[in-house]
Each structure stands twice: as C-alpha cells, then as structure tokens.
Antibody, heavy 121, light 110 residues
Framework: EVQLVETGGGLIQPGGSLRLSCAAS????????MIWVRQAPGRGLEWVSI???????YNADSVKGRFTISRDNSKNTLYLQMNSLRAEDTAVYYC???????????????WGQGTLVTVSS | QTVVTQEPSFSVSPGGTVTLTCGLS?????????PSWYQQTPGQAPRTLIY???IRSSGVPDRFSGSILGNKAALTITGAQADDESDYYC??????????FGGGTKLTVL
C-alpha cells in the first residue's frame, strides 16, 4: 500500500527553522516526483515545492530562498527545510506524490495526512 | 502571475447536478495544463477525484465527471449526495515545475 506520513510540525518562533519529514512506504521516493503543499488555517491549498526524480527542485515564489526540498534515499523520506519562518507560513503541510506516467497524465495521486506548523511568538 | 479561478461557493440540492469550473485569469485551460480535481473535507487531507481532465481516480464514484467547458476545466457532480458537501480544488501545471491551485469551491448540499 502506498502511504505517506509527515512529521516534524510544531510551534516555532518567527525567524526560526524547522524541518518536516515525509516517510514513504509502498514506493520509492527517489524514482518519483514529490511535492509539498500547504494550507493556512481557513484558506485554500498552496503548492510549495517539488523535487524531481533527477534531483531538480522548484519552489513557489512565496518560499523561494527560505525553504529547501530534499530527500534521503536510504530512508525513503522526503524533507522540507524551512528557514526564516514567518507568521504567514503557519499552515498544515502535506507531502504528496506527483504521478507523471505519460505526456498525458500528471497529477497528485497520494497524499499524507499533514503536519501543522505554527509560527508565533 | 497567473491566477487559477474557481467559484468561491456553490449550492446544490440532493440528487441535483452541479458543475464547478476552473479557469485562468489569462488564457484557456487545455490538456497542456494537466487539470486535476481534489476533494477535501474539514480536517482531512485532499482526496484525488479527477485527473487528465476526465479520468476518475480509483474508487471515485461515477457521479463525478470532468470535462473542458469553453475555456475552463469543469467538474460535474450528477446526483449529488449529502457527503459530497466538501471543498473542491483544481490545480493547473504552469510549466517549469510550478503548479497553481485554484482558491477552491465550497459546495453545500441542501
């Protein structure tokens, strides 16, 4: 069974750093495209970051220069390193797999349950 | 920056049909944007409904269907049920690895 489990959320002061983890089972993280999506309280979904199987990464403008997506192949785990955190980064953070099986098929097929990050003093 | 547009809210009667749309602030939605739809209830992770415009994800009832209507992607629920009351999000691929979600539609079934 394909499963994603996020951990690492919590309360952090503005300007602080936090690393989120997303442990995968049922598939290999390094051979897939993996993303982070967040949802601020009462707001919609926001795409945050992607890491391709080849290692290339892209970030939303809102987190560029502050957040870094990475993976540990030996642990089959995805990470999101978040630095210089701001109050507006407060959100539930979801990891998901981007399933691109052909030129015609590209979507998010598997989601974790999310982990809450609260940035507040 | 391109904005993905969705109706903020919609209401449908039980057993009724409703069509939610997903558009662009500039331009038309096409297969090149890989439109997909996700359902989310409060406190839960998103659930994948539709991808590649009109393909239902595994386990999704056939009352959910996707299409292109004019210059937008569309999600139609035929024979709405009470447990369809949720938030619905579309997402579009903008190229260079970037995806943009719409603001979501809050669907009320009453």
């Amino acid at each position: 069974e394909v499963q994603l489990v996020e951990t690492g959320g919590g309360l952090i002061q503005p300007g602080g750093s936090l690393r989120l983890s997303c442990a995968a089972s049922g598939f290999i993280v390094s051979t897939n495209y993996m993303i982070w999506v967040r949802q601020a309280p009462g707001r919609g979904l926001e795409w945050v970051s992607i890491i391709y199987s080849g290692g290339s990464t892209y970030n939303a403008d809102s987190v560029k220069g502050r957040f870094t997506i990475s993976r540990d192949n030996s642990k089959n785990t995805l990470y999101l390193q978040m630095n210089s955190l701001r109050a507006e980064d407060t959100a539930v953070y979801y990891c998901a797999r981007e399933w691109r099986v052909s030129m015609a098929t590209d979507f998010f097929d598997c989601w974790g349950q999310g982990t809450l990050v609260t940035v507040s003093s | 920056q391109t904005v993905v547009t969705q109706e903020p809210s919609f209401s449908v009667s039980p057993g009724g049909t409703v069509t939610l749309t997903c558009g662009l602030s500039s331009g038309s939605v096409s297969t090149n944007y890989y439109p997909s739809w996700y359902q989310q209830t409060p406190g839960q992770a998103p659930r994948t409904l539709i991808y590649s415009i009109n393909i239902r994800s595994s386990g999704v009832p056939d009352r959910f269907s996707g299409s292109i209507l004019g210059n937008k992607a569309a999600l139609t629920i035929t024979g709405a049920q009470a447990d369809d009351e949720s938030d619905y999000y579309c997402v579009l691929y903008m190229g260079s690895g970037i995806w943009v979600f719409g603001g979501g539609t809050k669907l009320t079934v009453l």
